[in-house]
């Protein structure tokens, strides 16, 4: 079945250290994003990337960094630069249908990061 | 600064009630998507609307373009509906990258007990 696979599901880490999170889709589709959830609060854009090797800052793109060598591979990386980086992180992907701006979105399980 | 506001913030319903939950944007939209959310964080994309009203079986969502305004409704609320629901939109205009942009409100969690 044509999905979005995240890993791991739960990861800690220590102060300073930087951290990779994996997103891989086999559904084919263009676009891909990351997004961070903190409790109490709306998902917020961390980086989105709309074709292979191109991708975009979100809003909160300071203290991450991501890659998009394949198509279906959209990996974050949490550096140590990140001053609260504990959160669930969520990756997300969707096809493009032109102007009207609909699409298929489809979301991944999640990734929850916690800093000791 | 565009928004989205969703009410109520939290929802708890006894089994076979009808329910309601609504989502409101400051500016003209493409598109609004509606998800679910459960516990253990997966979402799961339940509607994407541009216009009018949509059905998926006890799930139907409706929008209103002039009032900036939709709404999503749950006949005869089960157990397993409780989740937290989250309303997404795209706003119009920008250049095309900031198309695949989603602005998204806090959510409403919903408890339905049996």
């Known amino acids: 079945d044509g999905g979005i696979t995240q890993s791991p599901k739960y990861l800690f880490r220590k102060e300073g250290q930087n951290v990779t999170l994996s997103c891989e889709q086999n559904l084919n589709h263009d676009a891909m994003y990351w997004y961070r959830q903190d409790p109490g609060q709306g998902l917020r854009l961390i980086y989105y990337?709309?074709?292979?090797?191109?991708?975009q800052k979100g809003d909160i793109a300071e203290g991450y960094s991501v890659s998009r060598e394949k198509k279906e591979s959209f990996p974050l990386t949490v550096t140590s630069a990140q001053k609260n980086p504990t959160a669930f992180y969520l990756c997300?992907?969707?096809?493009?249908?032109?102007?009207?701006?609909?699409?298929?979105?489809?979301f991944g399980a999640g990734s929850r990061l916690t800093v000791l | 600064k565009n928004e989205v506001e969703q009410s109520p913030q939290n929802l708890t319903a006894q089994e076979g009630e009808f329910i309601t939950i609504n989502c409101s944007y400051s500016v003209g939209i493409s598109a609004l998507h509606w998800l679910q959310q459960h516990p253990g964080g997966g979402i799961v994309s339940l509607f994407m609307?541009?216009?009018g009203k949509k059905k998926h079986g006890r799930l139907i969502a409706t929008i209103n373009i002039q009032e900036k305004h939709s709404s999503l409704h749950i006949t005869a609320s089960h157990p397993r509906d409780s989740a937290v629901y989250i309303c997404?939109?795209?706003?119009?205009?920008?250049?095309?990258?900031?198309?695949?942009?989603?602005?998204f409100g806090k959510g409403t969690l919903l408890t339905v007990n049996p």
């Open positions: 997300a992907s969707s096809t493009w249908t032109g102007d009207s701006g609909a699409n298929v979105l489809t």
């Open positions: 990337s709309q074709i292979v090797n191109d991708f």
């Open positions: 609307l541009s216009s």
């Open positions: 997404a939109v795209r706003y119009r205009g920008g250049w095309g990258g900031s198309n695949y942009k989603l602005t």
